[in-house]
């Protein structure tokens, strides 16, 4: 990343928001499966050893992951919207001094700590949130694959596997967590930084173009979530 070695953003801050639609039928086929066999939940764990697990975590998906799922893209969608404007300021401000061949000021440097600042805030309480949902689906992940595999193994027709979307699941959960903890902890360390050390080459590595263009896919990505449900 050159001087700062530091970002803004990472990749994949968004992943839940963008599991195929296939997939996501998938998992909710799996969880009105369980939940229509709640009435002969003896029978069928007979057959399927797991399914009384599958069926707490399907439970869980309704109550609990579904709406946090809702809520954690609004959220995603207000940061995203925030930071676009904070940064874009500072992108316009910096740009001038450079276009007027003037060194950097104390005032820019002053908003260049804010806005980092007020970054590192909300991502610290974002990446929080996100961690929580993540532990959650690795719940309802850990339950269904267990059951797929008593599946394998079973000629009872009951429910079919959904393997490869449980594992696209898991994969954007791995991704959600790997993002926003590594991204906090990088606002972390600039926002540590001082005004006085945030020069034309410190912001200049901080990319500001490329973090607007990521805050503005994401709230498209959200937007598009949010019309799915």
């Given amino acids: 990343?050159?001087?700062?070695?530091r970002s803004l953003i990472a990749f994949n801050m968004g992943a839940l928001f963008t599991i195929p639609k296939t997939d996501m039928d998938a998992i909710k086929a799996r969880v009105k499966t369980?939940?229509?066999?709640?009435?002969?939940?003896?029978t069928i764990k007979q057959h399927l050893p797991h399914f009384s697990d599958a069926l707490a975590a399907a439970y869980l998906w309704d109550l609990n992951i579904t709406p946090q799922m809702k809520l954690q893209c609004n959220l995603l969608m207000g940061y995203a919207a925030?930071?676009?404007?904070?940064?874009?300021?500072l992108d316009i401000a910096v740009q001038q001094l450079i276009n007027n061949q003037q060194d950097i000021t104390l005032t820019v440097q002053q908003q260049a700590t804010v806005v980092v600042a007020a970054l590192n805030k909300s991502t610290q309480a974002l990446s929080a949130s996100f961690i929580n949902i993540v532990n959650q689906i690795q719940v309802f992940n850990k339950a269904n694959q267990e059951l797929d595999s008593d599946i394998a193994g079973s000629e009872f027709g009951f429910m079919k596997e959904i393997t490869a979307s449980i594992a696209v699941l898991d994969h954007a959960t791995g991704s959600i967590r790997g993002a926003w903890s590594a991204l906090a902890d990088d606002l972390e360390a600039i926002a540590k930084t001082s005004p006085v050390d945030f020069t034309f080459p410190f912001i200049a590595d901080l990319n500001l173009s490329a973090a607007i263009a990521?805050?503005?896919?994401l709230q498209?990505?959200?937007d598009?979530?949010?019309?799915?449900?």
Avoid: N, P, V
């Fill in 1 to 5: 990343m050159g001087t700062t070695g």
């Fill in 82 to 89: 925030k930071a676009k404007t904070d940064f874009s300021a």
């Fill in 34 to 42: 369980c939940k229509q066999g709640a009435a002969i939940e003896d």
């Fill in 224 to 229: 598009a979530f949010l019309r799915s449900q």
């Fill in 214 to 217: 990521a805050w503005d896919q």
């Fill in 220 to 222: 498209t990505e959200c």
